[in-house]
């Protein structure tokens, strides 16, 4: 290759697109789907399929990966894909990287991914790391808005030293909670290393490059201290219902014992003036 056609295949750009369709795919259906229609190979816990012009990547937990694939494509793609989304996300979250090879080693820098050649396993290592992220980014706004629209709750009581909520209210928000909590810790293992990687070690320094770079280690440990301000507000919603829980007992008890001494009193009155 002379050295004109090495700087013109290096500086062609390509895109590629990481998509979050919804919460997870019925990837068996999904599977069986699209092995009738397209040439697909199945790796653990990735589907991959090779296209005229480009491949894309399934993961189980709905989110796909098109790498130089043309719009028409990817959106006949996506409504191929809807039918088997669990939960779909509305719009789809999407992230977008420029791409281009030729390169001597795998980089990434300013969003531009660099490779030495268009080879579907290293594909897999980097989308295994695209689509992470967006995944994550996905759990990250949902564990955001949630302390977002709680955030009235600690004020509250800062401000007056108690939560001005019915019970039925209090009792919603705390099951709002904790679905948000445990929805996010039931896939927290979406966020470690994949098993893809233990049946192809060589890969898993490619993917680490791209992990690293997206910073999800440090994105997963942020996520978990919102998750604990989460559990440190549904633990103080569910103290606050015991208190107000035990006050009306108390109230009750004691305007149990005042009825008891009236009608005592009542009583003894009037066996007095017999």
Excluded at 33 to 48: E, F, K
Excluded at 139 to 155: G, K, M, S, Y
Excluded at 192 to 207: H, N, R, S, V
């Amino acid at each position: 290759m002379s050295r004109a056609e090495d700087n013109d295949l290096v500086s062609r750009r390509l895109l590629c697109e990481a998509v979050c369709l919804g919460d997870r795919f019925d990837f068996k259906a999904l599977h069986e789907h699209l092995m009738a229609n397209y040439r697909c190979t199945l790796y653990r816990d990735v589907l991959g399929i090779e296209l005229q012009s480009g491949h894309c990547f399934v993961f189980p937990y709905g989110v796909i990966v098109h790498w130089d694939i043309p719009e028409d494509l990817k959106k006949r793609l996506r409504n191929e894909f809807l039918p088997f989304v669990n939960q779909s996300t509305q719009p789809p979250a999407t992230e977008i990287y420029s791409f281009s090879e030729g390169y001597s080693h795998f980089r990434i820098t300013r969003d531009h991914i660099e490779i030495p050649s268009i080879q579907p396993m290293p594909m897999i290592a980097i989308s295994h790391a695209l689509a992470q992220s967006i995944k994550l980014g996905t759990f990250e706004e949902q564990a955001l808005q949630t302390i977002r629209d709680t955030a009235h709750i600690p004020r509250a009581l800062a401000e007056t030293g108690r939560i001005e909520l019915p019970r039925r209210e209090t009792a919603k928000i705390r099951g709002k909670l904790f679905l948000t909590k445990s929805d996010i810790i039931l896939k927290y293992d979406l966020l470690d290393t994949p098993e893809f990687f233990w049946e192809y070690p060589e890969l898993d320094a490619t993917y680490q490059i791209f992990a690293n770079y997206l910073e999800i280690r440090s994105r997963t440990n942020v996520l978990s201290q919102r998750l604990e301000t989460i559990r440190e507000l549904f633990e103080m919603l569910a103290d606050e219902q015991k208190h107000k829980h035990s006050s009306t007992l108390e109230w009750i008890i004691i305007w149990l014992i005042a009825v008891e001494i009236f009608i005592f009193l009542f009583n003894d009155f009037v066996f007095a003036r017999h």
